[in-house]
């Protein structure tokens, strides 16, 4: 249940369409679902604004439907990021309305389709093209969560005409998400051409001198570039995440 959810309920009670014992009812559900494996927390949305996300990677299929059926039971949508094929399939079996974000390597289940509600704009950068499974697993989220989402891809130093001929389009957004490998200096660069803040997400693309991602993690947060913060390596997810929060302030 999300907040709007629970102001609409209690709207019901008091308009009379429901009467105080459903009210209660639907108010009193167990915060906690125990699955054995996992301990559902179906007051995430209550608390946050969105429903428990889950983290696909070392459950197994029948671990991730099991959650996602409980989840959708008091919630009307729900996220799985870093999803397998098998997951996938295991998920599309059981869910007909689930969507399969290849790239992002995420999974959306909605009960009906996410209205942006956000008046603002989230921009998401990727340096290169190698970086956009990163990319989009930040934009899938951001989307879901109700955020207009505008995508600047391949734009990384190495050729910065390509940043600087999209400047008036992330000068607009009200976050920026920065997504880059390798040495991991387009935040800094960004961050330099706008008053908005931004979300450093360092990616494990590189050679090998980039240990999978630190040499771009390290470069982030030594950044010359006042307001850049950093997620974790490949935390598309976390990114956006924040920057929904962000978001959500300016309205």
């Not at 909605?110 to 989230?122: D, F, L, V």
């Amino acid at each position: 249940m999300t907040p709007t959810e629970a102001a609409q309920l209690l709207e019901d009670f008091r308009a009379g369409k429901i009467s105080q014992a459903q009210a209660l009812a639907a108010l009193g559900k167990e915060p906690v679902t125990d699955l054995g494996f996992a301990q559902v927390d179906q007051h995430r949305a209550l608390r946050q604004g969105f429903p428990e996300v889950i983290f696909g990677a070392g459950k197994t299929p029948v671990q991730v439907v099991k959650i996602a059926s409980e989840i959708l039971k008091q919630s009307d949508r729900v996220l799985i990021t870093r999803v397998t094929p098998a997951h996938a399939k295991a998920i599309a079996k059981k869910f007909k309305k689930a969507v399969h974000h290849e790239a992002a390597r995420c999974v959306v289940i909605e009960k009906k389709k996410t209205k942006h509600q956000r008046s603002g704009i989230i921009a998401i950068l990727s340096a290169g093209t190698s970086d956009q499974p990163v990319a989009e697993e930040a934009a899938v989220t951001a989307e879901v969560m109700g955020n207009r989402v505008q995508r600047l891809y391949d734009v990384g130093v190495a050729g910065l005409h390509r940043l600087l001929a999209r400047a008036e389009d992330f000068r607009s957004a009200n976050v920026i998400i920065v997504v880059a490998g390798m040495e991991g200096a387009l935040p800094s660069v960004v961050a330099g051409l706008v008053d908005k803040p931004v979300i450093a997400v360092p990616t494990s693309i590189g050679y090998g001198a980039s240990f999978e991602g630190l040499a771009a993690l390290l470069g982030m947060l030594n950044s010359c570039g006042s307001g850049v913060t950093v997620v974790n390596i490949d935390n598309g997810f976390g990114a956006a995440y924040a920057a929904s929060q962000i978001n959500a302030l300016t309205d």
